[in-house]
């Protein structure tokens, strides 16, 4: 017989968090008591949800700044509240400034024209069929030009459409 083990976070009543190693649901409660923590998570769950959102930073703002923060965590350069903290950081700045240029976004933008303040109806299109993520650089072109987003949606519908 193996014995799983599993990390849990326990959230304390002043907030800090700590991190233990359970291999079952009664080690959990002995680490609450002991930790007069509030709650317990296993980081998994945790893990998966920071995941989203640093996927929802690129989808939003077509910035890999919330991945590579995860890189940093996979890494062991960091823990996983400054993951957190990075993640949570990342998304304040992005949401509270002006529109970011995406290199990545902008290579695909390149093929079609100069920039994208020049980029034409019609090349649309052509851009979003290059971008892996659709979802992502259509967002970032409506952010960018949003008296294209009704071209960028008509495109980004043919492109993800389930035949």
């Known amino acids: 017989m193996t014995t799983s083990y599993t990390e849990y976070e326990f959230t304390k009543r002043d907030g800090t968090k700590v991190y233990e190693i359970c291999t079952c649901a009664a080690d959990v ?3 609450l008591k002991m930790h007069d923590a509030e709650n317990a998570q296993p980081v998994t769950l945790i893990f998966e ?12 703002f077509g910035s890999d700044r919330g991945f590579n923060a995860i890189e940093d965590y996979c890494d062991r350069l960091i823990d996983l509240t400054e ?11 992005l949401s509270n400034s002006t529109p970011r240029r995406n290199i990545r976004f ?5 093929v079609a024209a100069d920039d994208i303040s020049v980029l ?4 649309v299109y052509r851009v979003m069929d290059l971008a892996c993520s659709k ?8 952010m960018h030009r949003p008296d294209l987003a009704d071209e960028i949606d008509s495109v980004l519908h043919e492109l993800t459409a389930v035949i």
């Open 135 to 142: 979802v992502g650089i259509a967002k970032y072109l409506k």
């Open 83 to 93: 993951l957190e903290k990075r993640i949570a950081n990342s998304e304040n700045e």
């Open 29 to 31: 409660q002995v680490f």
């Open 106 to 110: 902008d290579q695909y933008i390149k």
């Open 49 to 60: 949800a920071l995941q989203t959102r640093a996927q929802s930073i690129v989808d939003s």
């Open 120 to 123: 034409r109806k019609q090349d």
